[in-house]
Nanobody, 123 residues
Framework: QVQLVESGGGLVQAGGSLRLSCLAS????????MGWFRQAPGKEREFVAS????????DYADSVKGRFAISRDNAKNTVYLQMNSLKPEDTAVYYC????????????????WGQGTQVTVSS
């Protein structure tokens, strides 16, 4: 069993930056593809970014490409999401998730989820 705990959310003005962290328990973290998803009030959960187990390949939603960066430190069992040039439309609860196998944009293909961290961007 893997537990994921996100941190780093908060309130920021438009144009600002935040870095989210997701700490994983267990010794198999380095085997997982990790992803970040978000869900805004009244909207469906959407894919934000993913990274392969080695960190060699990343994937981003078009809405965040060029502004967000996903990375991981397997020695620290942690995956990060650096968010720059934040916009009010980035306001959502952000979740990290993990899965075995190939990277994916589909939330239902992820096996483990964190509890989420709120990001609020004011205009």
């Amino acid at each position: 069993q893997v537990q994921l705990v996100e941190s780093g959310g908060g309130l920021v003005q438009a144009g600002g930056s935040l870095r989210l962290s997701c700490l994983a328990s267990g010794r198999t973290f380095r085997s997982y593809v990790m992803g970040w998803f978000r869900q805004a009030p009244g909207k469906e959960r959407e894919f934000v970014a993913s990274i392969t187990s080695s960190g060699g390949t990343t994937d981003y939603a078009d809405s965040v490409k060029g502004r967000f960066a996903i990375s991981r430190d397997n020695a620290k069992n942690t995956v990060y999401l650096q968010m720059n040039s934040l916009k009010p439309e980035d306001t959502a609860v952000y979740y990290c998730a993990g899965r075995y196998g190939l990277w994916s944009r589909l939330g239902n293909e992820y096996d483990y989820w964190g509890q989420g961290t709120q990001v609020t961007v004011s205009s």
